[in-house]
């Protein structure tokens, strides 16, 4: 079973004012990706009051696209309630996933204090992200 | 009720190893006993009967005859037994007297007459032929479930249907299949004889009942028809006799009725019993339940294989003297499609550019095909700007901005022209691993363009860079599922790009067809049996010599070299 799985994926959450923590181990991918952005989206709401959102990534040890879609859900998510979002102890593998695809910039930037999505997210109809 | 002492026991005292007064006691017993008793002498006549016998055998009384009130097979029994003593092995004698079933329990009574004792085992039979019945209707049952669900094929189903139904509940069988436009899918069964299938224009409303079955709705419950009402094509070839007793029976499907059956017995045979009647209903409900799961399924694979064949990998060819080859392996190794693609679209003369796009959508299987068709249109449509790399991605990525989610793809554009013998290229990396070049003398170099995955974010940037590729060179695009495919000795570690380059490096001068190939080789035995997602590659090559008097881009006639 071990071999199968060599690495758990966990997500670990820890809240402070204002800030939410969340510990990312593991492979974050096509299978764990839905687990972490579940997880997060849970306690991001208005009502939170948060100004931060810091992913730990110290114990990554493996990142693929769905995982980065995950990455970028969930920046979407934090920004419309007004959260920036951090992408901490960022190992190799994100790293070069970040450079490759040219969107730590964009993830990383400060969240308006408004609290809404970026304008162009929304799509034909005019709905917003929550 | 009669209080008498019984003349065996009183009459022969001679003959009865009891004493007097137990015969009273006895006596007393018989006559009241709840199972009838008859005394009879050893010239068949009755001696004397008890209440029970008397409620069997009304009219009987003392004087009488045996057989005057009892079938033969209890008189034939008693003469026998007056002939000789019994076997003490013997099997109980038992047989019907009026409607009912008994056994029959002789004891010796004096002057070599004997006491029947008639206990009635009507019910207990009854009870053991429905358990018999109901044992081998489960296994019945359970055998359709699993010679039907062993199979997925429709044709298949109906065949085992029909046999099995001709085999278990009639002398035939006819499986009306739902209709096929103005055709009906017959298939007919006689037992003992081989199934055979039709497709046929009949006329439903010839046989009562059969159009409400076929519809499914209002639900109608298996039904009697008159056999004389029935078409002539109802009857299967081959079925002996004219039709005595019919029932059609609705095949419940899966919200679609999966069918009926009309189930057929000859005259010379017993018409069907109500328990029948509720048997081929359970019968009909395990076959339709297996029939429609036989129609869904290939339902579904003919809607799959039909937009699959619109999310295939293109077949590459060579184009305007440059040659392109692709290729291309499923995450998933069942599956064709999945979240890389690529597309070669051909400048509409030598003159114009041929754009090959290679991209890698997040996600995998049917869901991140369905996605990289939307992307492919999308370029389709946009390929009279691919002047403009950045322009080209910023309208595909406000084509697939989407609230709804985050996903995205990475993708390399190649605008590819023929000048003379080389070929110019544009290329431009979207968020996607840059191209590799293998040069003539085996150099490997980096395309070090870089840009914005598309799909995601408001804007993107993307930097275009040109270069040039000589007779033997070739530009390979490539998807992660290459250089991230998991294996090796130790079964967990990356080709990765080195290995890549190591491979391409032996690829110098090669055919663009040949080094996909080698490629996809290396990394596929690189993979074993491990898991990997989907991985893509397209070389573009400028063939190493040949006839080529290719000058600025209008000679295209001599790039026929190929073919």
Redesign the interface.
């Known amino acids: 079973m071990t071999n199968l799985h060599p690495t758990e994926f966990t997500v670990t959450v820890y809240r402070t004012a204002g800030t939410l923590t969340v510990r990312v181990a593991g492979e974050l991918d096509y299978d764990t990706s839905d687990g972490l952005t579940d997880m997060v989206t849970r306690h991001l709401t208005a009502e939170a009051g948060l100004s931060d959102l810091r992913l730990d990534f110290r114990g990554l040890t493996w990142i693929d696209s769905t995982g980065l879609t995950a990455l970028l859900t969930l920046h979407r998510r934090a920004a419309a309630v007004g959260a920036t979002l951090h992408l901490d102890h960022r190992p190799d593998v994100l790293e070069r996933m970040l450079r490759l695809t040219n969107v730590l910039e964009h993830l990383t930037a400060p969240a308006s204090r408004a609290g809404t999505p970026d304008r162009q997210e929304g799509d034909a109809t005019g709905t917003s992200v929550h | 009720m009669r209080t008498c002492v019984p003349p065996l026991v009183s009459s022969s005292p001679g003959t009865s190893a009891r004493p007097p007064d137990a015969g009273h006691t006895v006596g007393a017993t018989w006559t009241e006993a709840p199972c009838p008793v008859l005394v009879v002498d050893r010239h068949g006549g009755l001696v004397d009967v008890n209440g029970a016998a008397r409620i069997l055998l009304p009219g009987a009384v003392s004087g009488d005859w045996l057989h005057e009130h009892v079938p033969s097979w209890l008189c034939d029994a008693h003469r026998r037994i007056t002939d000789g003593p019994r076997p003490a092995d013997a099997a109980p004698l038992s047989g019907p007297i009026r409607e009912r079933h008994f056994e029959a329990h002789p004891t010796a009574a004096g002057d070599g007459g004997v006491v029947w004792w008639l206990v009635d085992d009507t019910d207990r039979r009854l009870a053991e032929a429905a358990l018999t019945d109901a044992q081998t209707r489960t296994e019945i049952l359970s055998h359709v479930s699993s010679t039907l669900l062993s199979t997925l094929n429709v044709p298949r189903c109906m065949e085992v249907t029909a046999s099995m139904a001709a085999e278990h509940l009639a002398d035939a069988a006819v499986l009306v299949g739902p209709a096929k436009g103005w055709r009906q899918s017959l298939t007919y069964a006689v037992r003992g004889g081989p199934v055979s299938q039709v497709v046929q224009m009949v006329d439903v409303s010839g046989v009562p009942g059969l159009t409400e079955a076929l519809q499914g709705f209002p639900p109608v419950p298996a039904r009697w028809i008159n056999p004389d009402d029935i078409p002539d094509w109802v009857t299967p070839d081959g079925f002996a006799g004219p039709v005595g007793s019919v029932i059609v029976a609705p095949l419940p499907g899966h919200g679609v009725p999966a069918g009926a059956l009309i189930l057929l017995r000859s005259s010379t045979e017993q018409s069907f019993s109500e328990g029948e009647e509720v048997f081929a209903r359970l019968f009909a409900a395990r076959a339709g339940a297996a029939l429609s799961a036989a129609r869904l399924y290939s339902e579904q694979a003919t809607v799959t294989a039909t937009l699959m064949r619109e999310l295939l990998p293109p077949a590459l060819t060579s184009v305007h003297g440059v040659e392109y080859a692709g290729g291309y392996r499923a995450a998933k190794d069942h599956e064709r499609v999945g979240?890389d693609f690529y597309d070669v679209h051909p400048g509409s003369d030598p003159s114009q550019d041929t754009l090959v796009v290679l991209g890698?959508?997040?996600?995998?299987g049917l869901d991140a095909a369905v996605l990289t068709g939307k992307i492919r249109n999308t370029l389709h449509a946009l390929l009279p700007l691919t002047d403009d790399h950045q322009r080209v991605l910023d309208l595909l990525n406000g084509a697939l901005?989407?609230?709804?989610?985050?996903?995205?793809v990475?993708l390399v554009l190649a605008s590819v022209r023929r000048r003379g013998s080389r070929a110019q290229l544009r290329l431009t990396s979207a968020?996607?691993?840059p191209p590799l070049i293998v040069r003539a003398d085996g150099t490997v170099e980096d395309v070090p363009s870089?840009?914005?995955?598309v799909g995601?974010?408001?804007?993107?940037?993307a930097h275009t860079v040109r270069t040039v590729l000589g007779p033997g060179e070739t530009c390979l695009l490539y998807t992660?599922g290459i250089t991230?495919a998991r294996g090796g000795p130790l079964g967990?570690e990356f080709f990765g790009e080195q290995r890549l380059r190591r491979a391409l490096a032996e690829c110098a001068g090669l055919p663009a067809e040949a080094v996909v190939e080698r490629v996809q080789m290396l990394a596929a035995q690189w993979l074993g049996a491990g898991r990997h997602?989907d991985m893509a590659a397209v070389a573009i090559s400028v063939p190493r010599s040949g006839p080529l008097t290719v000058l600025n881009g209008r000679a295209g006639v001599s790039n026929r070299r190929s073919t």
């Open positions: 979240g890698d959508v997040a996600g995998k901005l989407s609230s709804r989610h985050a996903r995205f990475t968020g996607h691993l870089h840009g914005t995955l995601a974010l408001p804007a993107v940037t992660d991230e967990d997602d």
